[in-house]
């Protein structure tokens, strides 16, 4: 199946509009919506409402997430049914969403007759496609709380790099898949129970037989990002890809597999159809048609997700369209995680702030723009200093953008606008020639670069208030046609500043468009000023914030982590690995001082066939620094594996010469030797060079 190619945005021809679907993934009904999860959305919303402005047919599609284990047991821990528990939270959910100005063209959920009937229709493919087959699973069980265990109720140390305190999947530290039975010392997260195998039948997805379309759809290019097409093609399509399991025996929540009875569709399998369910849906209360979206090739599918989900949404969900006749994703939009002053945000420092909390301090645009200021089409983490954010905002927002409307607010409604545009020295003539480089930003994705842009137009239209000072014309009656003129140049040029920002600043737009009495709808209006009308009266559209405003919603948002009598009991860590390799004899901290050990990448990994042992590693220490190094992990890793990651190694050690070659370091690892031998991670941040103290 074919996938369409967009078309460039330009502001000049919105008569060739595009039909976009759009998609952010969605939000497990199981908690409420907080700051890290509005990136996404945020994100969406932004790319939906510029596509919308420029004249393109776009819809915008979510619905909440719902089935699985998680949300049985806390709905049995509430005393109360799965739906009720559901329906609460997608209200709970859609608030969330509306607050921060995020509109959806339809948000439904995947608990719902259309979701179900499309699951039936994706299951008949797939099995006429030969792709399911059914075999006996062992698989963790909590004995205490009496159900089997989903990945994510179990937790362990990772069975390739040895990071503690993992979930059932993919490991945070590593990026290895793997299944719960995989873990070493395994715990379910519901009980702290030490979980037993129990066998039971499962239904599995043949992903190998669609290992060559995999590959194809992927080196057709364009539906991902470069690095994330490189590294499905190392980690995974390098190899041959292993069956997905795709059905949770009872007790589950979730939807009964008509042909396999006590049996029903892990909640990875039913989750994406929503998309299409909630399309279906979306058509039934519009008279549209679900082919016009889903099997239509002149119909571009947008998917917006982080990058914790990439493998479901990259690999298998490819796979099911492909199986069902459905319309591939014209591109996988992928975004990093947000961290909050340089860490990972967490209850016990408040920075895991739900987006009610935020909404009770500060006002969501701050958070749209501040985000679309962050943001770019890479897959990179983003961070939120409370310092940065104060500033950005005061400085940007109020004392840029709404100050150019503030400064003639108040004359601007007394004399309104002038009949013919007055000299402004250009100014509103380069800003209405940047609109296509803007534009073309909006669509890379690359928010960042068109704020970048529009606060530079901000900087360029304020001196000319400045210098201008109306509120000195507005002292001398005979003065009134050139205060007339000075404020038809600043609204104009304010107003273009709310068009480019109208899909980050929705509501500023809204209240531009209310202030000068011409609504903004279209990306074509800044290239055109407004002439000839009354202004209404200024109303003031946004106050600065302080820093304290973010201090008081984390502090609200704290919650401490309940104190253990042994901390360590949670883990349950043997004492077989001190035992069988007792501690060194002491050294003092000037002898450790001479072994230099620096974080380094590594750039190439290579098999040594006459080796036994050993890969041979390339590894940078940035720039131009490079290390040879063979190291005696060839019985745990590929070396496909390897390629791109962290490591650390002690760079200071004398080289030495083998028959393979020059060995020029050592990395550090862990481990009785052989298959268990764990390299040593190195946290995101770090990079290259960097001395580990």
Known sequence: ?????????????????????????????????????????????????????????????????????????????????????????????????????????????????????????????????????????????????????????????????????????????????YSPTDLIDPRSTLSGAVPILREAPHLFVQLEKLHAFLETWIDQGGALQSETANYLKGQFLANELRDWDISRPAPYFGFEIPDAPGNYWYVWFDAPIGYIASTLQWCKANGGNLDDWWRNPDCEIHHFIGKDITYFHTLFWPGMLHAAGYQLPTKVHIHGFLNVGGEKMSKSTGTLVAAETFLKHADPGFLRYFYASKLGARVEDLDLGADEFVDKINSDLIGKVVNLASRVGKFASRTGLADTYPDDGGLFASAAAAGDEIAEAYEACEYSRAMRRIMELADAANP??????????????????????????????????????????????????????????????????????????????????????????????????????????????????????????????????????????????????????????????????????????????????????????????????????????????????????????????????????
Not at 65 to 80: Q, S, W
Not at 90 to 95: E, F, G, I, K, L
Not at 546 to 569: F, W, Y
Not at 571 to 582: G, V
């Open 464 to 693: 000319f208030v400045e210098h201008a000072r109306p509120w000195d014309l507005n002292k001398d009656p005979a003065q009134l046609e050139t205060l007339r003129d000075v404020c038809t140049v600043a609204a104009n040029l304010f107003r273009q500043l709310a068009i480019y920002l109208a899909p980050v600043l929705p509501k500023l737009a809204e209240q531009c468009g209310d202030w000068l009495g011409d609504p903004i709808r279209s990306w074509d209006q800044s290239q055109t000023p407004l002439l000839g009308k009354p202004v209404q009266p200024f109303v003031r559209m946004m106050d600065r914030i302080q820093v304290e405003a973010l201090h008081q919603m984390m502090e609200e948002s704290r919650t401490p982590e309940p104190a253990t009598a042994d901390p360590a009991s949670r883990w349950n860590d043997s004492d077989q690995p001190l035992k069988a390799e007792p501690l060194a004899a002491e050294i003092s901290i000037d002898e450790f001082a001479k072994v230099d050990l620096r974080i380094a990448r590594i750039i190439d990994a290579q098999q040594v066939p006459e080796a036994n042992k050993l890969l041979k590693l390339t590894l940078s220490l940035g720039g131009e620094e490079r290390r040879q190094v063979f190291a005696g992990i060839k019985a745990a890793y590929e070396p496909e594996q390897l390629i791109g990651r962290l490591v650390v190694i002690v760079a200071n050690l004398t080289p030495r010469k083998m028959r393979f070659g020059l060995s020029e370091g050592m990395v550090t690892a862990a481990g009785p030797g052989g298959a268990e031998v764990f390299l040593l991670g190195v946290d995101e941040g770090g990079q290259p060079g960097q001395r580990v103290h």
């Open 1 to 177: 199946m074919s996938t369409p190619t967009p078309s460039s945005p330009s502001t000049t021809q919105t008569d060739q509009s595009r039909q976009l679907l759009v998609t952010s993934a969605l939000p497990y009904a199981n908690g409420p919506i907080h700051i890290g999860h509005l990136v996404e959305y945020i994100q969406t919303d932004i790319w939906v409402r510029f596509q919308k402005l420029v004249g393109n047919r776009c819809l915008y599609i979510c619905a909440d997430d719902t089935h699985g284990t998680a949300i049985m047991i806390r709905a049995g821990k509430e005393g109360r049914s799965e739906v009720d528990l559901i329906t609460q939270m997608s209200r709970a959910h859609q608030a969330d969403f509306a607050g921060f100005d995020i509109g959806f063209d339809h948000y439904g959920s995947t608990h719902c007759e259309e979701n179900r009937m499309l699951c039936g229709e994706f299951w008949a493919a797939m099995r006429t496609a030969g792709l399911i087959v059914e075999r006996d699973v062992a698989q963790l069980y909590d004995p205490e709380s009496n159900t089997f265990l989903s990945d994510r109720f179990v937790r362990g140390t990772c069975p390739k790099c040895g990071a503690r305190n993992q979930p059932g999947d993919n490991c945070g530290s590593c990026g290895a898949t």
